[in-house]
């Protein structure tokens, strides 16, 4: 374990690098609050420093505590890149949200604050904030690019895919060679990470990834090489391929995705399938009572693309049992003609990009 005195400029306690041109991997903790015994809060830090010059990329996991595909991500990250070799720099915040992970649950125990909405933080705020103002302050600001891991929250799942805002072109850049079949656009929601960074000129994307509670080693295995074609596409890695994605669909993400909500307790049967692909007025799912009687279907209000869908098979109104997003005919047509070439294998019901049944 490294002292934060001796990460190099610009980070922790601002310490000199004593040896520029060597390139060293350092290991740290970051206190970002403390405890009921004043204990310190501290999240682990890998920083890979280069040898060589070049952009400073941040990657982030667990600013949900139960969302742990990234968490395996960074872990493997963090050992992946030889030093020598780096043009630049890779910090990877491992588990943005202690509390909560330690909790396993979404969000900060203490009054259930989400600290995805909390950025870029505040001193003198809520513990959300002060949490997300250290984050912030101590290495999301001094860096040049950045990718956020989630997953879905507990008793669902998402489609592998990414989110960005790609009316900016700059982060366009960055969602493209990251790699993923389907983007999801728009600037976020305030007090995202993302869009906290990417209005202050750090292009950041989040990647949604299968669901809470797990490793899908599928799914991590996916979000590595994505991780790999930024790098090579920066020059961190130069020369290395830059892995553009053979089809690639991008989607709104403001306004035109919704939950779909059960208006009936019961349980649960998916009937959309195998692709997640539905037209207007297409059945979705079924939600029957349990003598078998009364059987009520959920059908698309709009033709879309289903990137989330409740796992857990019981049921109360109002709850979320399907994400839907709507495409366009066009869009529609892209995707049909990808089907047949096998494009969308991954992401049929139970697919590998989904999970790893
Ligand atoms: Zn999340």
């Given at each position: 374990m490294d002292s934060l005195e001796n990460l190099p400029e610009p980070f922790g306690a601002g310490g000199v690098d004593a040896d520029p041109g060597a390139g060293r991997t350092y290991h740290v903790r970051f206190s970002v609050g403390e405890d009921y015994f004043g204990t310190a809060v501290e999240v682990p830090v890998t920083v890979v420093d280069g040898a060589r010059d070049g952009p400073t990329v941040f990657l982030t996991a667990a600013i949900h505590g139960d969302e742990l595909n990234g968490v395996k991500v960074l872990q493997e990250v963090a050992t992946r890149y030889r030093p020598e070799e780096l043009h630049g720099t890779i910090v990877c915040l491992h588990v943005?949200?202690?509390?909560?992970?330690?909790?396993?649950?979404?969000?900060?125990?203490?009054?259930?604050?989400?600290?995805?909405?909390?950025?870029?933080?505040?001193?003198?705020?809520?513990?959300?904030?002060?949490?997300?103002?250290?984050?912030?302050?101590?290495?999301?600001?001094?860096?040049?690019?950045?990718?956020?891991?989630?997953?879905?929250?507990?008793?669902?799942?998402?489609?592998?895919?990414?989110?960005?805002?790609?009316?900016?072109?700059?982060?366009?850049?960055?969602?493209?060679?990251?790699?993923?079949?389907?983007?999801?656009?728009?600037?976020?929601?305030?007090?995202?990470?993302?869009?906290?960074?990417?209005?202050?000129?750090?292009?950041?994307?989040?990647?949604?990834?299968?669901?809470?509670?797990?490793?899908?080693?599928?799914?991590?295995?996916?979000?590595?090489e994505g991780v790999d074609s930024v790098l090579a596409e920066y020059e961190l890695l130069p020369g290395r391929p830059v892995r553009w994605p053979g089809w690639y669909e991008a989607t709104s993400g403001d306004g035109e995705k919704r939950w779909l909500r059960a208006d009936t307790g019961g349980l649960v049967e998916m009937v959309w399938g195998p692709y997640p692909l539905v037209a207007e007025g297409e059945a979705i799912c079924a939600i029957t009572d349990h003598f078998g009687l009364e059987k009520r279907v959920v059908t698309a209000p709009f033709s879309g693309l289903i990137v989330g869908y409740l796992e857990n098979p019981v049921a109360l109104p109002g709850h979320p049992v399907c994400h839907l997003v709507r495409i366009d005919r066009e869009t529609r047509g892209e995707i049909e003609r990808e089907i047949p070439r096998g494009e969308f294998d991954g992401y049929r019901i139970h697919g590998e990009l989904w999970s790893d049944e």
């Open positions: 943005c949200n202690p509390p909560a992970y330690q909790a396993q649950q979404r969000y900060i125990p203490i009054y259930d604050q989400d600290l995805n909405r909390a950025f870029r933080g505040g001193e003198r705020s809520t513990t959300a904030q002060r949490m997300a103002g250290r984050i912030y302050d101590g290495f999301v600001r001094h860096c040049d690019l950045g990718i956020d891991f989630h997953t879905s929250t507990r008793n669902r799942t998402t489609m592998f895919h990414v989110r960005a805002d790609l009316e900016d072109p700059v982060v366009e850049r960055l969602a493209r060679a990251f790699g993923s079949n389907v983007v999801l656009f728009g600037s976020g929601s305030r007090g995202t990470l993302r869009r906290a960074a990417t209005e202050d000129g750090i292009p950041t994307i989040t990647v949604e990834m299968g669901r809470a509670h797990r490793f899908q080693p599928r799914l991590i295995e996916e979000a590595i």
